[in-house]
């Protein structure tokens, strides 16, 4: 009886009379597809009248020349021995390429393969021809690929209406056909100098590109006074071409929170693994950045087996659109918050949180700062603000509004003396209540009760109120951090807002929202849709400084406090949940900085009643000693966080941004 195998995916089955010696196809058969999927064929036994592996590679590569570099994947998905002729075989490839589209691309093809006999000794050598790479694939045949860009996914307001749209723009740039040669660099240099490029830069772009190329060198929104497209064009080889792009409603729209959209770089096509390639549109920065997968969609796609000029498909895919994504901003309140900001210099935010869901309806950064989510990722010393959580450590430590506190002209720890503000109202010192402690923020009295509750009972506290130091929020986001090893002066600082505590204007609005819910609140930013993937992580992100801030708060004067440099690693266990009856007594004490306290610029905002906390932190500059100026508030369902890098008060220069967001929030 012959000796018959049958091999089928990695199992072999022998019949009788087979040697146990005799070498099976399905080793040959795996070395071809491996050979097949990286162009190296020096380690495939081939039958006679093969090419050699070199003209193979080389045939290869063009063969696969126009599917801009993608990368297949082939398997053996059986070997089957002819039971007639125990030295033939057939072996089944299965072949898969990711070319970036909703499903791959995929198919089968066949080879024969021959045991021979060559020295006394038996080998399996497979038969070659072209259409093992493709389905009847003829020489001189290559694999050419036609794309259709997939519609971008919009990102959408908290009303469900879309924030970044299609919106008309001009490319501008040096049109090499609109000038002689011998002009073109100056064309180019003139042009850079116009928009404030690099002339030498983008002479070079100029010089580099094709004969007839158009070279772009800015895209602006059409309508942007920014830009006087008209004087452009006048200047020598400048084109302007009418095009669009997926933008916000202004040019400076949450930008720092959302991104843009443009052109894939060189880093993000090779990044993509074949998901995007040059020419396409991707998310640059932001959440388009993040959620660019989710937004960009699956492009569609042809590809043709082309011989001159004939052509034949073998694979089709439709474009598949993006998946919207949701965020919660309110585009009026957002668009307020920034016109508010227009005129303050340096980093500020305004971020206005709706306590009943936790969404994030503003998270406005200042223009005039370093370009970064100031609103989102700053890390600056929350000041008089903290004393909210301080508040709250003191009254689970038995103390009531009504406690008597005692709160000197100054205090001193360890050595170091700590003073209220320069203009603290002289009737609201000795021994008074913890709510006009609170009211008029007695630096002080806070730093006398630092014995009353630890770093542990502070921090629990702060994690009550929704600061939490590892958020994992869908975008990149730092609340706050609090020390848990603060002892002496360090842990004094901490009670008022400084030393190693370090928020966010996210992380300080948070608190509001958490006193005005009755409960600790989780900021939403984003909300999450079916197929929703993200490039890039969450949690905390730098931005804004991080400095290491003084021990004086609430315009507190004298050299700033030493803080230690080491930083203390917080629990991340769930916090203790804040209760209603404890948020309700810190609005009681909220509400007496509004009407008694430091916020009485806040009394005339229209019913419902506003409850506030003004903070000042002391923080060393460039020029010396000088100020962060923070606000929080509650109005009905909105809570507000107000914050300036450099100002003055807390009451005076925060609080008047306070004051109109809340009058044009209506």
Not at 80 to 85: A, F, I, L, W
Not at 175 to 194: E, F, I, M, N
Not at 312 to 332: C, S
Not at 378 to 399: C, D, E, I, N
């Amino acid at each position: 009886m012959a000796a018959v195998l049958a091999v089928v995916g990695l199992g072999i089955v022998g019949l009788a009379g087979c040697s146990p010696h005799r070498p099976t196809p399905k080793a040959e058969a795996d070395a071809l597809a491996a050979a097949l999927t990286s162009g190296d064929f020096s380690h495939v036994a081939l039958a006679a009248g093969a090419p050699d592996a070199a003209a193979l590679t080389a045939a290869r590569t063009a063969a696969f020349a126009g599917l801009d570099g993608a990368t297949p994947t082939v398997s053996v998905a059986s070997v089957t021995v002819d039971p007639k002729e125990s030295t033939k075989a057939t072996a089944g490839l299965h072949w898969e390429w990711d070319l970036g589209t909703a499903k791959p691309w995929t198919y089968d093809v066949t080879t024969q393969l021959d045991l021979v006999e060559a020295g006394g000794t038996q080998a399996w050598k497979a038969h070659w021809r072209t259409s093992l790479l493709a389905p009847d694939l003829a020489d001189g045949e290559v694999l050419t690929e036609q794309r259709v860009a997939a519609q971008r996914g919009t990102v959408l307001a908290g009303n469900g209406d879309p924030i970044i749209t299609p919106r008309p723009v001009w490319r501008v740039g040096i049109d090499k056909t609109h000038v002689d040669p011998s002009g073109q660099d100056a064309a180019a240099r003139a042009l850079a100098t116009a928009l404030g490029m690099d002339p030498a830069a983008y002479a070079a772009q100029v010089a580099a590109a094709g004969p007839k190329a158009f070279v772009e060198a800015i895209t602006v929104r059409q309508g942007d006074p920014t830009y006087d497209v008209g004087a452009l064009r006048k200047l020598a080889g400048v084109n302007t071409v009418n095009d669009s792009l997926p933008l916000a409603p202004t040019r400076l729209f949450a930008r720092p929170i959302l991104g843009q959209v443009g052109q894939a770089t060189k880093e993000i096509v090779d990044g993509s693994h074949g998901a995007i390639v040059a020419g396409d549109l991707a998310g640059l920065s932001g959440l388009e950045r993040q959620y660019d997968e989710q937004l960009r969609g699956r492009p569609g796609l042809t590809v043709l087996a082309t011989a001159g000029s004939v052509k034949r498909q073998l694979f089709h895919t439709d474009a598949v659109a993006g998946v919207p994504l949701q965020t919660t901003l309110d585009v009026r309140l957002q668009t307020t918050a920034e016109q508010i900001l227009a005129p303050v210099q340096g980093n500020a935010a305004l971020v206005v949180i709706r306590p009943s869901t936790g969404e994030i309806l503003a998270a406005a950064s200042g223009p005039n700062g370093d370009g970064t989510s100031t609103a989102t990722v700053g890390q600056y010393a929350p000041g008089s603000t903290f004393k909210v959580a301080g508040a709250l450590a003191l009254l689970r430590a038995g103390l009531t509004p009504d406690s008597t506190v005692p709160c000197p002209g100054k205090a001193v720890v360890d050595g170091y003396t700590f003073n209220n503000v320069s203009d603290y109202p002289a009737s609201a010192l000795g021994d008074i209540p913890l709510r006009t402690a609170f009211a008029h923020s007695c630096n002080t009295a806070f730093v006398g009760q630092a014995g009353t509750v630890d770093a542990n009972a502070l921090l629990a506290a702060a994690r009550s109120l929704g600061l939490d130091p590892a958020p994992s929020l869908g975008f990149p986001a730092f609340l706050a951090s609090v020390p848990t090893d603060s002892t002496g002066t360090d842990h004094a600082a901490s009670m008022i807002g400084q030393g190693r505590v370090i928020a966010s204007p996210l992380g300080m609005a948070t608190v509001a929202a958490s006193v005005a819910a009755g409960h600790t609140v989780t900021p939403v930013l984003v909300k999450a849709s079916a197929g929703t993937a993200t490039a890039g992580g969450t949690g905390a992100a730098s931005g804004g400084t991080s400095p290491a801030a003084s021990a004086s708060s609430s315009g507190a004067t004298g050299a700033a406090a030493p803080s230690p440099s080491s930083s203390a690693t917080e629990p991340t266990t769930p916090a203790k949940p804040l209760t209603q009856d404890e948020a309700t007594t810190l609005r009681t004490l909220m509400r007496g900085v509004v009407t008694d306290g430091t916020a009485t610029i806040l009394r005339d905002i229209p019913a419902p009643e506003v409850d506030a906390k003004t903070g000042t932190a002391q923080f060393q500059g460039p020029q010396g000693l000088a100020n962060h100026a923070w606000m929080i508030a509650i109005h009905g369902d909105l809570a507000v966080a107000a914050f300036v890098e450099t100002g003055d008060l807390g009451a005076t220069t925060a609080g008047p941004l306070v004051h109109q967001l809340l009058l044009a929030a209506g």
